[in-house]
């Protein structure tokens, strides 16, 4: 089924319209990356996003029953609980152009790059950022570190926060950007004295194309208060009920396992207590 075809306005329609597209869609002998393109192309993967970013526009309760449907027939989870859709897609819905959300959320939805946030530095809090962005010509050359998070090794790009304009206050000389984790000047370990340091992300000369600004610039720090609510709020983990979790992201590995293979050589991770939704 399309997006446009789900029938939203009654759930026991939608219920059986869900397990009869399990029916024909679910095959173990899929790979990860297939059948996470399949939930992607119905609009299940993230039910709640527009229809426009990849979702069906759908309430809550209708993810719910997605969830269930899921659950009944022992499926690998979507790519929902990484940093990529908990927190970077509704962050980059609320604050990037319409060509920045149309290039970056399809792999985002579709499980095939991993995000990581790289805000705070070794030792300081926010908004003391001392990370810096300079412009040349058509991007802008980062260098600083940045502390470690335990999704950093594992992602394909990053939203980072850096000092764009370091003659005022803190707060207003923000910008955040869009980093390729997948270059020479993105380095794990090497802190500020130059010591080695596994805990620190150093950036060395990392390039950022003029594009890739999510927000104004100079105007990063309401862009992060953003992402930072967002990952408060999925700080106890979203509801899995007993799926099978596979990581997003070619660094992982999992995108072209077998989903059998998967399932069988992986626990279920227990439902926790606190349901968030996306």
Not at 9 to 27: H, I, M, N, P, Q
Request: proline content about 7%; glycine content about 10%; overall charge negative.
């Amino acid at each position: 089924m399309t997006p446009d075809s789900w029938p939203l306005t009654d759930r026991d329609a939608f219920r059986g319209a869900v397990r009869g597209w399990l029916r024909e869609s679910w095959d173990p002998a899929l790979t990860v990356r297939q059948w996470w393109g399949r939930l992607a192309d119905s609009g299940l993967t993230v039910p709640t996003w527009s229809k426009q970013l990849g979702g069906l526009s759908a309430t809550s309760d209708l993810q719910l029953i997605v969830e269930d449907e899921l659950v009944a027939i022992g499926a690998v989870a979507p790519p929902i609980g990484s940093a990529g859709v908990r927190i970077v897609g509704p962050t980059l819905r609320q604050h990037a152009s319409p060509a920045q959300t149309s290039r970056l959320l399809r792999p985002v939805v579709r499980g095939e790059q991993a995000w990581c946030l790289l805000f705070r530095e070794p030792g300081g809090d926010l908004p003391n950022v001392t990370a810096r962005a300079l412009r040349q010509a058509s991007s802008w050359v980062v260098d600083g570190h940045k502390a470690y998070t335990t999704d950093v090794e594992m992602a394909d790009r990053a939203l980072l926060l850096a000092v764009t304009d370091a003659a005022v206050p803190a707060r207003r000389g923000l910008t955040c950007l869009i980093l390729d984790m997948n270059q020479p000047g993105v380095e794990i370990g090497g802190g500020p004295d130059d010591e080695p340091n596994p805990q620190v992300v150093t950036l060395n000369s990392a390039v950022v194309g003029a594009d890739d600004v999510v927000g104004a610039i100079d105007g990063g720090w309401q862009v992060a208060q953003t992402a930072l609510g967002y990952e408060q709020n999925s700080l106890s983990g979203r509801i899995r009920r007993g799926l099978v979790e596979a990581l997003p992201g070619a660094p992982a590995g999992d995108l072209d396992r077998v989903v059998a293979d998967l399932i069988a050589t992986h626990q279920a991770r227990p439902a926790p207590v606190d349901d968030r939704r996306v």
